[in-house]
């Protein structure tokens, strides 16, 4: 998935956030050109990113389902709504950090 620091911006800004932290932002997103990852990795560290460290204002949690969406349209696999949902959560507020756990449950979400 290609996105870019603006491309977060522009999208948390839709859901009324502004950015407060961009360390955790730049550090996902140089993992998204590591050939090396896969799709659903490099999806968690932005997930991760987002959800746990809070680099937002607000809309943290929607825009992190709003690049959950992304990945899967531009991957063409399906989404299970509510399994999305509980994830993102659960991810949120459990603070999962571990990128392995975070991958599973997109993966469980996502195909």
């Known amino acids: 998935m290609k996105?870019?620091?603006?491309d977060l911006i522009r999208i948390n800004r839709g859901f009324?956030?502004?950015l407060r932290n961009d360390a955790s932002i730049d550090f996902s997103l140089e993992?998204?050109?590591?050939?090396?990852l896969g799709g659903y990795k490099k999806l968690a560290y932005l997930?991760?990113?987002?959800?746990?460290?809070h680099p937002f204002s607000d809309g943290n949690k929607r825009t992190a389902t709003y690049l959950a969406f992304a990945f899967a349209n531009e991957e063409g696999k399906k989404v299970d709504n509510s399994l999305l949902a509980h994830h993102i959560l659960?991810?949120?507020?459990?603070?999962?950090?571990?990128i392995r756990a975070i991958e599973e449950r997109l993966k469980n979400a996502i195909n």
């Open 3 to 6: 996105i870019d620091k603006d």
């Open 16 to 18: 009324g956030g502004n």
């Open 31 to 36: 993992h998204q050109n590591n050939p090396k």
């Open 47 to 53: 997930i991760r990113a987002i959800l746990v460290d």
């Open 90 to 98: 659960s991810i949120a507020s459990k603070n999962v950090t571990q």
